[in-house]
């Protein structure tokens, strides 16, 4: 019996048991190796999450997307790139799945909006991993591992992983990431956008309080590893009092200004 179907009727760990594996966390990610040393599966490590993971969820077709096609800004086609690109899913639920992927191209968790992140969810479902804390990094930081011929493209962040989706389609001359929630943020997360021009696109709000907190930010990633990075005051200098209030990012003010 496949662990996949063992997974249906039992716990994780006894899943794994039963399929003769055992479970262990290694560098903030959950491996399964065989218990028999003499199991030709011995000499792999079952990872998670991992690639093949990533592309059983795979979806290209994406609610956040078209009122962009319906405008006329963008198309299907750009849509599907995009979700290429970004290894975009879907969760059982259809609500779409951002993989936290780093420069090595190894998944680390997933954001899925409203439901929170996959570590979390299968932190509830399965007691084993109550102590797994997996490593976190920028949404789009594999984008880094595509090499080109031209110079270095800057780097743009913005909050909300759906927004530096579209934005990638829309201003592809910069590689567009998310930092997801503020609750994450860590100045290590910049560490591997040394020698890259940053600039983050923090949401608006009336108080100028997520500006500041960036402005902070920013100051303290550019002491410690000496980086072009900086916070861009557009939404400060033109928003209005209204959008101001509802708290808009960066991709909700030009879809505004469009309209």
Known sequence: MQLKDLLARC??????????????????????????????????????PSMKMVEACRADDFDFFLPWI??????????????????????RSGRPMFWMMDERLDPLDAHIGSEGWLSEALKRREPVLSQWCPAHCLFGLHLLAQRGTGPLLPVAIVEAEASAVVLSELFPEALWMAYATVEHLDCRLFAPLRGRTVTIYPRTDPSFSTYLFFHDLAEEVRRRYDMHIGV???????????????????????RGARE
């Open 11 to 48: 716990s994780l760990k006894a899943a794994a048991l039963e399929a003769g594996l055992e479970v262990r966390m290694m560098g903030g990610r959950l491996t399964f190796r065989p218990l028999d040393a003499d199991d030709p599966r011995h000499s792999v490590d079952f990872i998670l």
């Open 232 to 254: 861009a005051s557009v939404l400060e200098d033109h928003a209005s009092a209204e959008q101001k209030e509802r708290c808009i990012d960066l991709l909700e003010f030009l």
């Open 70 to 91: 319906e405008a006329g800004r963008l198309t299907a086609e750009q849509m599907h790139h995009a979700a290429g690109r970004y290894h975009l899913g879907k969760s």
